[in-house]
């Protein structure tokens, strides 16, 4: 029961954040020449926000 209630987590935070770029109050950082914008990296239990340093990313997630 635990992993299952894991990926429900994992895929609200996903979907939380998601939310969050597209509202403009989340930026990722931008990688490589092509400029690609990574926000969250997620693998198996871990979780990584890449993001500028602000606490309104924070408040965005509603962790403040």
Known sequence: MAPFLFLIVAQGL??????????NLLSGIKIGDK??????LQFADDTLFCANQTCRILYALRLY
Do not use: I, M, P, Y
């Open 14 to 23: 996903s979907g939380l954040v998601k939310q969050a770029t597209r509202k």
């Open 35 to 40: 400029k690609v914008e990574v926000d969250l």
